[in-house]
């Protein structure tokens, strides 16, 4: 699994943006992908995450801003976030969970929110 993230950047607060991440070197299926989120000293944090099923796992923090979703046959997912919050503000890695193999991470992309 080799993931690419897309997406990341400076926006005010109340703004929106979108991120992807796509797997481009799979020979599996993927199970579950994610995103987590890890802000200056702080522990990595779950944000969301999906099943290849649709299923989903929002953090409290985001419930009701953002959206996570995904394209099975691209092996991509997505993050929708609105009403972005100073506290949003992180490097985001997805993550994804393959079928055989290790489970991989995405280099991260910077979000910043400012006030």
């Known amino acids: 699994v080799q993931l690419q993230a897309c997406g990341g950047g400076l926006v005010q607060a109340g703004g929106s943006l979108r991120l992807s991440c796509a797997d481009s070197?799979?020979?599996?299926?993927?199970?579950?992908m994610g995103w987590y989120r890890q802000a200056p000293n702080k522990q990595r944090e779950l944000v969301a995450i999906i099943t290849r099923g649709g299923s989903t796992n929002i953090a409290d923090s985001v419930k009701g801003r953002f959206t996570i979703s995904r394209d099975n046959a691209k092996n991509t997912v997505f993050l929708q976030m609105n009403s972005l919050k100073p506290e949003d503000t992180a490097v985001y890695y997805c993550?994804?969970?393959?079928?055989?193999?290790?489970?991989?991470w995405g280099q991260g992309t910077q979000i910043t929110v400012s006030s």
């Open positions: 070197g799979s020979r599996f299926m993927i199970y579950d």
């Open positions: 993550r994804a969970v393959p079928a055989l193999g290790p489970i991989s």
